[in-house]
């Protein structure tokens, strides 16, 4: 045998062991990220009518062999989001699944293929829309009409308590949600200067173009008008995004909040929530619901405006992967856990906070 041959043989021999680890590890990863995302529930795509057009929702059931389940209504927050946001809301779906309930969403107009666009809404249409969801699930075999609720984030805390006044609801989860949508507005420009570390000759430049801004939303003007106002620079605004603005920006959850007296509501909070000033979200709910004993207020103090782990959310690479190895714990300890808590307390009558 020729002495060279036998390194050659080594060596691959090395890379044959090294590409079967590498296959080994691969596919011991990939059964990983399929386990994670196997979730402990049915879900189909549903059609739902609604004002002469057709929302594309997914229905997910629980696996418990009853014939009837409660259901929790998703009311998204803000932007271009579809039916399963990405399947972020999937960990939740199965957390509502564990004490029973099904959940249903759906895209919102515009986005996946659905038709019209959600920048022509008003919050009043999005309670419409809620509303029909709620009435088309009324309807169904499989949910009992007598424990149907809403959950939504953000945004969707101008919406809850619309679709409270225009069909009853058995309880409402409101997380991150705002109170005034220009006090709202201020304080996130605020909070993202101060985490930007913006010196004060910014501060007070982006203050001067955010009045402007109101001042332009009081009087009606148009997209042009803004850009002309703007020196030409939108910075990012587009015309669909200032109609939305134009026809939301007076939003004010305070009145209509008073539909939930009575309802119980769990509002859930961040500590570290740059978008929402959540002390004075709080202060607001406790006003109007605490008579009615049946507010539950949840903190935590470690949790983004999405209710995602702070340490997470501020890492792109810490999200993915933790979005794809493990997206359960992408939420804040105990989020999950106490979003299925509440809905198992509903039965017992144990839902009211101290």
């Given at each position: 045998?020729?002495?060279?041959?036998?390194?050659?043989?080594?060596?691959?021999?090395?890379?044959?062991?090294?590409?079967?680890?590498?296959?080994?590890?691969?596919?011991?990863?990939?059964?990983?990220?399929?386990?994670?995302?196997?979730?402990?529930?049915?879900?189909?795509?549903?059609?739902?009518?609604?004002?002469?057009?057709?929302?594309?929702?997914?229905?997910?059931?629980?696996?418990?062999?009853?014939?009837?389940?409660?259901?929790?209504?998703?009311?998204?927050?803000?932007?271009?989001?579809?039916?399963?946001?990405?399947?972020?809301?999937?960990?939740?779906?199965?957390?509502?699944?564990?004490?029973?309930?099904?959940?249903?969403?759906?895209?919102?107009?515009?986005?996946?293929?659905?038709?019209?666009?959600?920048?022509?809404?008003?919050?009043?249409?999005?309670?419409?829309?809620?509303?029909?969801?709620?009435?088309?699930?009324?309807?169904?075999?499989?949910?009992?009409?007598?424990?149907?609720?809403?959950?939504?984030?953000?945004?969707?805390?101008?919406?809850?308590?619309?679709?409270?006044?225009?069909?009853?609801?058995?309880?409402?989860?409101?997380?991150?949600?705002?109170?005034?949508?220009?006090?709202?507005?201020?304080?996130?420009?605020?909070?993202?200067?101060?985490?930007?570390?913006?010196?004060?000759?910014?501060?007070?430049?982006?203050?001067?173009?955010?009045?402007?801004?109101?001042?332009?939303?009081?009087?009606?003007?148009?997209?042009?008008?803004?850009?002309?106002?703007?020196?030409?620079?939108?910075?990012?605004?587009?015309?669909?995004?200032?109609?939305?603005?134009?026809?939301?920006?007076?939003?004010?959850?305070?009145?209509?909040?008073?539909?939930?007296?009575?309802?119980?509501?769990?509002?859930t909070l961040a500590g570290h929530d740059v978008n929402v000033d959540t002390a004075d979200t709080e202060r607001v709910y406790r006003k109007v619901l605490d008579a009615g004993g049946a507010l539950k207020v949840m903190r935590y103090p470690d949790a983004t405006h999405s209710l995602l782990k702070q340490s997470i959310e501020h890492s792109d690479a810490k999200t993915t992967l933790t979005a794809l190895f493990s997206p359960r714990s992408l939420f804040a300890d105990g989020f999950l856990d106490d979003q299925r808590q509440f809905l198992n307390d509903l039965g017992r009558g144990g839902n009211a906070a101290p």
């Open positions: 045998m020729c002495p060279k041959t036998q390194p050659r043989r080594r060596g691959l021999a090395i890379a044959v062991w090294a590409l079967v680890t590498a296959l080994v590890v691969a596919a011991g990863l990939i059964g990983v990220v399929l386990w994670q995302h196997s979730y402990d529930m049915h879900e189909q795509r549903v059609s739902i009518r609604h004002g002469g057009h057709t929302l594309n929702g997914v229905l997910a059931t629980p696996k418990d062999g009853r014939e009837r389940h409660g259901l929790v209504v998703y009311v998204h927050g803000d932007g271009p989001v579809d039916a399963t946001h990405d399947d972020g809301y999937k960990p939740l779906w199965e957390a509502n699944a564990k004490a029973g309930y099904a959940s249903l969403s759906w895209d919102k107009p515009g986005v996946a293929g659905a038709p019209g666009d959600w920048l022509d809404q008003s919050m009043d249409d999005r309670a419409d829309e809620a509303s029909a969801a709620i009435a088309w699930a009324r309807a169904r075999q499989d949910i009992d009409g007598e424990r149907i609720g809403l959950w939504g984030a953000s945004q969707a805390g101008w919406v809850l308590p619309k679709v409270a006044a225009k069909t009853p609801v058995s309880f409402v989860i409101a997380v991150s949600p705002a109170i005034n949508w220009l006090q709202q507005s201020r304080y996130n420009l605020l909070a993202e200067l101060r985490a930007d570390g913006a010196s004060p000759a910014r501060t007070k430049a982006e203050i001067a173009k955010s009045d402007t801004t109101r001042r332009l939303l009081a009087r009606r003007a148009t997209f042009e008008e803004y850009v002309e106002a703007m020196r030409g620079d939108a910075d990012g605004m587009t015309a669909g995004r200032w109609g939305f603005i134009s026809r939301n920006y007076t939003a004010d959850a305070t009145q209509d909040l008073r539909t939930l007296r009575g309802v119980p509501v769990l509002l």
